[in-house]
Structure formats: structure tokens, C-alpha cells
């Protein structure tokens, strides 16, 4: 009998290759940049979304944004004095934590950060994040954006998703064709942490409390051969 070809075992080592290709491709645009861009930035992510950081690649089309393996960046950059591939260039390195990205730009550091600063885009939450805000269903026929706007100016959330938010956790029933709570539904608690329910209840109900940013953390110049902290700078 001739093997199935469903659920195949596809072996760790065999997705090496790519992954190392990749990583060498990171380094090596890297330092490239690094060679072309008077000034480097590290910056930090809240709330990633790709959507978002393809609209500032393209508001920053003159510059370049890299997101990937923060310990291959460091390498590029260099993390010692004896292997750093500028002078100084380690310092910067030392900011490659956590959920980070580098920014490779000729513009001015002083309008970089002014502009990242005001740039924030409101989305939907996903699982994990802190809820921003207490958001409480009232008690009777459900509207469309769950009382958050006047009932005359709402419409009625269709029944055919009353099997959906029940399933969700929302304890409502159809009477007549109409979605019914019969107490008022607490979706969250303001500071709690959500989860896959909630934020899908959330968004349901068109409640955004994800705010995606990107704070820029210090820069390196290359005329200078220094690296500045951007929260020292403000202060």
C-alpha cells in the first residue's frame, strides 16, 4: 500500500538552511546599511501590527527598517569594541532587547523622534494585552456596538451571531429574533489581562484598545561616532 501523503514528518534539520540564509541575509543588510545611513536608531514595538509598519516604510521610503532576530542585529552591529562594525557601534547594541527593531535614516534625529513621538494607530486587541478600559454590555436587546453609542443610533447585532457570543461567553439568548442579555455582561475589567473571548467579543463590538507605536530608545551617528539615549535627550 503506497504511503499516505497527509500529516507528513518534516524534520528540523531540513528548514536549517533557510533559516541560516535568512539570518546571514539580516546581517549582511545590516552592516550595508549601517555603511550608507549617518544615523541608526533602535526602537521598540507596542502592539505590532505588519500593516502598520508597512505605512511607515513607506512614509520613511528614503530610509530602512529592520525587524528580525535582534541577536543577529547585534552581531551585524558588533557588541564588543573588537568586533563592532563601526567605531562605538557596540553601544548601540547594548539597546537590542526585547522586542526591538533598527532605523536607518540621513534624516534628523531631532525630526525622527518628534514624529515617532505623535504616531500611534488604534487597532483591536489581541490575547495578552491589558484591557485599557471597563467595557460593560446593558441588560436587554444587544445592539451592534454593545451600548457604547446610543441605542437609536446603533442597530441590532444580527441573531445570526447570538450561538457565536454565547459560545464566547456571553450569557445571551433570542427572543423574537433579537439578541437579549438578561443582566448587564462585564466584557472586561480596566488593568485585567484579555483573552482570545474577550477580544473577540471586543472587536465584535468595534472596541479598539490596542495602540500600535514604535518608541525610538537611542540613535547612533556616524559623524560623531556616538550614541545618544532618547529618554536622556527629552529630559
Not at 133 to 147: K, L, Y
Not at 159 to 167: A, I, M, Q
Not at 211 to 234: G, R
Request: charged share 25%.
Amino acid at each position: 500500500m503506497p504511503k499516505s501523503k497527509r500529516a507528513r514528518v518534516v524534520h528540523l534539520s531540513k528548514t536549517d538552511k533557510k533559516g541560516k540564509e535568512l539570518s546571514q541575509k539580516l546581517f549582511a543588510n545590516v552592516q550595508e546599511a549601517a555603511d550608507n545611513f549617518q544615523h541608526i536608531f533602535v526602537f521598540s514595538v507596542e502592539n505590532m501590527r505588519n500593516s502598520y509598519l508597512k505605512q511607515v516604510r513607506t512614509e520613511f521610503s528614503d530610509s530602512r527598517l529592520f525587524f528580525g532576530k535582534t541577536k543577529v542585529m547585534a552581531k551585524a552591529l558588533g557588541t564588543t569594541p573588537a568586533d563592532e562594525h563601526l567605531p562605538n557601534l557596540s553601544a548601540l547594541s547594548a539597546h537590542l532587547n526585547g522586542n526591538v527593531g533598527l532605523f536607518f535614516t540621513n534624516r534628523d534625529p531631532k525630526e525622527v523622534i518628534e514624529y515617532f513621538s505623535a504616531y500611534s494607530e488604534t487597532d483591536f486587541a489581541r490575547a495578552g494585552i491589558e484591557a485599557t478600559q471597563t467595557i460593560t454590555v446593558p441588560a436587554g436587546v444587544v445592539h451592534s456596538r454593545g451600548g457604547q453609542i446610543p441605542a437609536d443610533d446603533d442597530v441590532l447585532l444580527p441573531h445570526s451571531v447570538e450561538v457565536t457570543v454565547r459560545k464566547w461567553g456571553m450569557p445571551t439568548r433570542l427572543e423574537k429574533g433579537k439578541v437579549v442579555l438578561d443582566a448587564d455582561y462585564t466584557i472586561c475589567k480596566e488593568g485585567e489581562t484579555l483573552n482570545s473571548h474577550q477580544t473577540a467579543l471586543l472587536k465584535l463590538f468595534g472596541v479598539a484598545m490596542a495602540d500600535f507605536k514604535l518608541d525610538m530608545k537611542a540613535y547612533y551617528t556616524a559623524a560623531t561616532e556616538s550614541v545618544t539615549e532618547v529618554d536622556a535627550m527629552e529630559e
